[in-house]
């Protein structure tokens, strides 16, 4: 059982994608995001082999001013319109690490794993412009300057593991997996980890990435890269 806290601060961008119908309809993200928090839990199977599940979220929020006319999910907003905007990415994700090969040297064990799983990502904004005044169409329907959606991402990613105990208390894992569709969306992560482990206590600490795309094919698609160092602990049941 696994709780952690990642030091990445990368927020997303919204861009227009194949079916947008009008011709600008992108939105960044300024500034920094909050930390992501997250956790795991890994269920042993057998000859080494793992299950896992595990989850993270990462929210945030912006302020810019629109440098154009831009329509954000079906609202329009006019060039210098102040706009706010927030969002949610949470990712969850079940990973079968298979143990495939091991290197036996003179001083460890050097583990090969190859990783079987299905990741899904969803991410929801929502966008408005607080100083715009609201405005009543001839129907009586009242235009509030507010913006909201989300977007999905359900895919099996593959990867691999290299992972080695370094004495009795010391141990070292690379991994990485990911796929992605030619014109399509794409999912991909990655991390390094060094671990301490005193009884049943493990510290983790290291790099990790992720990336997702949503699909370019829909109206607007998203797309962010998380990367930076974290650290965990690990409880061994």
Known sequence: IEPFYWFSKEQPALYGGKKATTTFQNLDYPGNSNRPLGGEIGIPTGHSNTLRL????????????????????????????????????????VSWDYLSYTWRTPATHIHLKTLYEFQYVNVGTNISAPFKTPTTDASGNVDTNMAAGTKSLFYPTFGMELESMLGKHFR?????????????????????????RVGPIEILGGEKAFHFKTSPQSEQYFVQTLQGAYVGIRYYW
Do not use: M
């Open 172 to 196: 070292w894992e690379i991994k990485g997996s990911g796929f992605g569709l030619p014109h399509h969306g794409n999912i991909w992560d990655a991390q390094g980890t060094i671990a301490v």
């Open 54 to 93: 595990s989850y993270f979220r990462a929210q945030g929020n912006a302020n810019s001013t629109a440098a154009q006319d831009v329509n954000l999910f079906g609202e329009a907003f006019s060039a210098g319109d102040y706009l706010s905007a927030n969002y949610l990415v949470q990712s969850a994700k």
